[in-house]
């Protein structure tokens, strides 16, 4: 790949300091941020760090001064609302720069929890049942609900107010848990048919076709018993209590002949049928029967070096530099209507 002007678009308090000499980089909250310019930089680009913070004029300012060839989009939300990051893409397709990661029309599809399984479920993709519970309105289960259920924020990602209480098994419970996120979180709720199984995720990159990474799993080596073996919020930023509970991700070691090759498979016509473009990861639970179920479809998923994105692709031969290198070629063919 030619030398690039990278234009790295980032929240204005996930900027990497310029001198991280005795910082503890591995656990701080700019390391996607920091692996990303600097991989960048080292293979041979040129790097523009911009900070947004409530504000999108910078952007068309730094296109000015820089003239980038393709913005690295690192952004999550704008006004710290985390469905507004589409706003963002829809600015830069509007400004007709290039840019990585996802489309607006993905995102909305994606970011929207109910509505793509709704989308999913049309096209025959097996996703557990479900319903919304909005904040203000009674909590009356329907009685195509059965227990146990799962209950989570509609809009929240990132496990974002998942724990152990989650997974509820009566009424009562269920009614306290859609509380706690209607006032907790500030979000509508949704409940969803729980999957007892296997956590699995699927990496994909691309656009109009698509490729799938190696099914990769989080696996629970030393949970207490009863517990439920899902991605709650301590499973996935704790890194004491993952030690404790020997929780880690791999490989996923699927016996049955043609799994692998089916979720991937499946991964990639959910993808499709969101209309995502860049790359993705496909959160898919594997039930004791073989069955799998598709969770959810994240846009724009983690990207930091060591991570479950970077370790699959790097375990099918594609070092995390590769990796970069690829997703900005994905961003420079995605055609937005104005690109032709």
């Known amino acids: 790949m030619k030398k690039l002007r990278v234009l790295a678009l980032m929240h204005d308090y996930m900027v990497p300091p310029e001198d991280v000499q005795g910082v503890d980089v591995v656990n701080a909250v700019w390391k996607t941020e920091f692996d990303v310019i600097t991989t960048l930089a080292a293979t041979g680009h040129d790097i523009y760090t911009l900070g947004l913070a409530d504000e999108l004029e910078p952007i068309r300012q730094a296109i000015d001064e820089v003239r980038p060839h393709i913005a690295f989009n690192l952004t999550e939300a704008f006004h710290e609302i985390g469905t ?12 007709r720069l290039h840019y990585t990661g996802c489309n607006p029309r993905g995102l909305i599809l994606s970011r929207d929890k109910a ?24 909590v009356r ?12 924020s509609l809009t929240q990602d990132a496990s974002y107010g998942i724990s152990q209480a989650s997974v509820v098994n ?49 696996k629970f080596a030393n949970m207490p018993e009863g517990a439920h073996r899902i991605a709650t919020e301590r499973v996935k930023w704790s890194a004491p209590y ?24 499946l991964a990639k016509r959910v993808f499709q049928i969101l209309q995502m473009s860049g790359y993705g990861r496909i959160d898919i639970r594997l039930d004791d029967k073989g ?50």
């Open 84 to 95: 507004f990051d589409q706003n963002v893409v829809s600015h830069l397709e509007l400004l």
């Open 115 to 138: 509505l793509a399984k709704k989308v999913l479920s049309y096209d025959g993709i097996p996703v557990p049942a479900f319903a919304i519970f909005p904040i203000g309105r009674v």
């Open 242 to 265: 993952q030690k404790k509970h020997g929780i880690h991700c791999g490989k996923a070691r699927l016996q049955r002949t043609g799994m692998e090759e089916y979720l991937q498979f």
């Open 170 to 218: 009566d009424d009562a419970r269920l009614r306290d848990r859609v509380w706690y996120i209607h006032e907790r979180l500030g979000t509508d709720a949704i409940v969803e048919q729980y999957i007892k199984g296997r956590e699995l995720y699927v990496g994909v990159i691309g656009n109009e076709r698509p490729r799938a990474f190696p099914v990769w799993e989080m």
């Open 141 to 152: 289960r329907p009685a195509r609900l059965q227990f146990p259920l799962i209950v989570k």
């Open 291 to 340: 069955q799998p179920w598709v969770l959810e479809a994240n846009a724009n998923p983690q990207l930091a070096y060591g991570e479950d994105f970077a370790e699959s692709a790097h375990h099918e031969g594609m070092s995390y530099k590769a990796l970069l290198q690829q997703i900005l070629k994905v961003g420079l063919q995605w055609k937005a209507d104005w690109a032709g």
